[in-house]
């Protein structure tokens, strides 16, 4: 009867929707992208790619490893120079130079110290530099190319002393001492 026709019709259609459901079902499950959110390996910005073998990882620069989770040590192949202390960034490194060295791999020698520097003017004397020539000015009292002579000390008032600077670095000193008047016919009392 048309009934009965109708009725094996629409099981025939229904049994053939909810299996062509299930295997589109089962088709999508097996299609997930194996590089989609939750299921994606690949670290540190890397790009994922789906393979046949499963995702494979591109990694972003500096990085290295299946996962892309390993921080590539640049400094296992560093240039950096007079004894700089390299430390690893991400792609790329930086050099910590010893003191006085500039440039990007403390190439830069420190400047030669100036005529001044060299001198080494001592008590108090201001240096000049005359023509890359340092000249120390010495105070009054005081000669020598460092001014490192104490050569006069004057008693002139009641609380004049002599300074003699970081003695207790001398190994011994003799210490002599001339009193003469500052003029021709004094007369010291
Ligand atoms: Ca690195």
């Known amino acids: ?36 959110p939750g299921r994606n390996p690949c670290q540190q910005h890397s790009t994922c790619s789906s393979t046949t073998t499963g995702p494979r990882c591109v990694c972003a620069p500096g990085f290295v490893g299946d996962d892309c989770s390993v921080n590539y040590d640049e400094c296992e192949d560093q240039d950096c120079q007079n004894g700089a202390v390299c430390v690893d960034q991400v792609d790329g490194y930086t050099c910590t130079c010893p003191q006085g060295y500039s440039g990007e791999l403390c190439e830069v020698p420190p400047p ?9 003017c001592q008590n108090s004397a201001p240096c000049v530099d005359r023509a890359s020539t340092a000249l120390c000015q010495c105070l009054p009292g005081f000669e020598g190319v460092r001014c490192e002579k104490l050569v006069s000390v004057n008693f002139v008032n009641r609380d004049s002393y002599l300074q003699l600077s970081d003695l207790k670095n001398w190994p011994q000193a003799n210490i002599t001492l001339q009193v003469s008047t500052a003029e021709d016919n004094g007369i010291l009392l």
């Open 1 to 36: 009867t048309f009934k009965t026709k109708y009725l094996y019709f629409s099981l025939l259609l229904s049994l053939s929707v909810s299996l062509a459901l299930s295997l589109s079902g089962l088709l999508c499950e097996e299609e997930e992208d194996v590089c989609s």
């Open 112 to 120: 030669p110290p100036s005529p001044c520097e060299r001198a080494r």
